[in-house]
């Protein structure tokens, strides 16, 4: 079992930028692959970013891509989302998730809300 806890969303203006923290705990967290996903009201879950177990490769959706940079601190059992530049449509709860190689994202988070005005 792996715990997942999420941390660093709120009420930001747009332009502005948040950064999210997901703290593992449980199996070794060098063990898994770690994505971040998010969920907007009334729309469907969608990948946002993942990083590979020693912190490469990293992968983006093209909605992220130039504006987020994903990462983790083994050393620390911690993952996280640096956001900038955000736009109202990035308002979601945002999700970690943990899988091992060729495995399904079986370790989530509960979320953390994330909200921008324009």
């Known amino acids: 079992q792996v715990q997942l806890v999420e941390s660093g969303g709120g009420l930001v203006q747009a332009g502005g930028s948040l950064r999210l923290s997901c703290a593992a705990s449980?199996?070794?967290?060098?063990?898994?692959?770690m994505g971040w996903f998010r969920q907007a009201p009334g729309k469907e879950r969608e990948f946002v970013a993942g990083?590979?177990?020693?912190?490469?490769?990293?992968y983006y959706a093209d909605s992220a891509k130039g504006r987020f940079t994903v990462s983790r601190d083994n050393a620390k059992n911690t993952g996280y989302l640096q956001m900038n530049s955000l736009k109202p449509d990035d308002t979601a709860v945002y999700y970690c998730?943990?899988?091992?190689?060729?495995?399904?994202?079986?370790?989530w988070g509960q979320g953390t809300q994330v909200t921008v005005s324009s």
């Open positions: 449980g199996r070794t967290f060098s063990d898994y692959t």
């Open positions: 990083v590979g177990r020693s912190g490469s490769p990293t």
């Open positions: 998730a943990v899988r091992r190689a060729n495995g399904n994202y079986d370790y």
